[in-house]
Structure formats: C-alpha cells, structure tokens
C-alpha cells in the first residue's frame, strides 16, 4: 500500500477521443511523475510535476499534457488518442523532486485505444 | 525512448536457487535502481544504488553499482514462490535538468515450488 491512488482502474477508448486520467499523490508529496508502460516493456517517463510546475518531460508530443493541483491530487490529459497510446498508465509521488529513491507508484490505469 | 539493455528477458527457477539479472547501458547513470512489479501494481523500489562500486543488500537481495556506472545487477538468494514478478532496473541520467528515470524492459521470474 503506497498510498498512491489513480482513476479509473480500466478505460477504453477510440481513435481521435480525449482521455483524463487521475492520480492522488501521497499527502505532503510536492512531486508527481507520469510514465506510460507498453505491454512487456518499462516504464516510459513523459513528465513530471513539481508544486503544479512542469519540471521535465520525456519524448512525448504536446497531445500528452498535465496539471497537479494543491490537494496532491493531478492529471495526465491525453488529445487525439492513437492507437499506440494502448497502454498502462503509472503515476509516481515523490516528497520532493530529485527524490527518486522515495518515490511511490500508483497501482496505474490500463488504457485501451480501439 | 531511450532503455536500458536488462538480461534475461526471462527465468524459470526451482525454488531455493539463486537469481542474477543485469542492466547494461551506453551511457553514465548516476543513481541504480531496482523495482519488483506485480501484475496490476506499480513497481515498488527494491534497492537503490548511488555510488559506482557499491554493494548494497535488502535481506535475499543484493545489488551492485558498476565501477564504469554503465552497469548494475541485481542477486536473489534462496528464492521463494513469492519471488514470482517482473524486475526492473532503472537509471537516473547524469545529465540533463529533469529527474525523469530511465527503465530496462523487465527480467520476468518464475518460481517454481
């Protein structure tokens, strides 16, 4: 139980639709990372977030967006859904940025572009 | 995206044997990490790695920093059933301003009883 939490569990889609998904971060955690993990492979870094600022991103294009909140809670937006963004979807809190040794996983959303 | 090369792919033990697994890399790390995934969780840190050379144990499990810090592995002792999970390895670049990690694709270990 690492008190990350992310919504919906599931989620299917089709080509062209928007998707958002939600991560509650663990209370006091300033930092939040979202990583896209294919099916048998690792995770993939897009970005992360440090007090509601974009500090770092990956090799994702602009479709992929975010926003972190005051309440530790933030989103992962995706536009124009492609049928490779398939994936499971993990957001990561951290107490602070560069702390990646104290960095907890959500359980992650399985996302389904038809 | 840029990965890291982790060997095996895959195992398959008996239980109470040992377990290596390794990542390699073409480029300078600065912190080794390793993480146990089971199906529908998120990866949990394992062991975390920071200085080239180090040697580090969690109970069964140790882990090694390579001295050129484009290497690291990771030993099970005396596995179990629940040992049964997909590892990764990951590395945080020396270079660049993000604190993103970089991840190997998973050694995917089976146990049998």
């Known amino acids: 139980e690492t008190g990350v939490t992310q919504s919906p569990t599931h989620l299917i889609k089709t080509r062209g639709q928007q998707v958002t998904l939600r991560c509650s971060s663990q209370?006091?955690?300033?930092?939040v990372s979202w990583y896209q993990q294919a099916l048998g492979q690792g995770p993939q870094f897009i970005f992360q977030?440090?007090?509601?600022?974009?500090?770092g991103r990956g090799n994702f294009p602009p479709r992929f967006s975010g926003l972190q909140f005051p309440n530790y809670s933030s989103e992962l937006n995706v536009n124009a859904l492609e049928l490779d963004d398939s994936a499971l979807y993990l957001c990561?809190?951290?107490?602070?940025?560069?702390?990646?040794?104290?960095?907890?996983f959500g359980p992650g959303t399985r996302l389904t572009v038809l | 995206g840029q990965q890291l090369n982790q060997s095996p792919q895959s195992m398959f033990i008996q239980e109470g044997e040992d377990v290596s697994m390794n990542c390699t890399s073409s480029?300078?790390?600065?912190?080794w990490l390793w993480y146990k995934q089971d199906p529908g969780e998120g990866p949990v840190l394992l062991i975390a790695?920071?200085?080239?050379?180090e040697l580090t144990s969690n109970g069964r499990l140790t882990a090694q920093f390579g001295i050129t810090r484009k290497d690291s592995f990771l030993n099970i002792s005396a596995s179990i059933p629940s040992d049964v999970g997909i590892y990764f390895c990951?590395?945080?670049?020396?270079?660049?301003?993000?604190?993103?990690?970089?991840f190997g694709k998973g050694t995917k270990l089976t146990v049998n009883p």
């Open positions: 977030y440090y007090r509601e600022e974009e500090n």
């Open positions: 990561a809190s951290s107490p602070d940025r560069g702390l990646t040794d104290t960095q907890y």
């Open positions: 990951a590395g945080q670049p020396q270079q660049g301003g993000s604190e993103k990690l970089v």
């Open positions: 480029s300078i790390f600065n912190t």
């Open positions: 209370s006091g955690h300033n930092t």
């Open positions: 790695l920071y200085k080239a050379g």
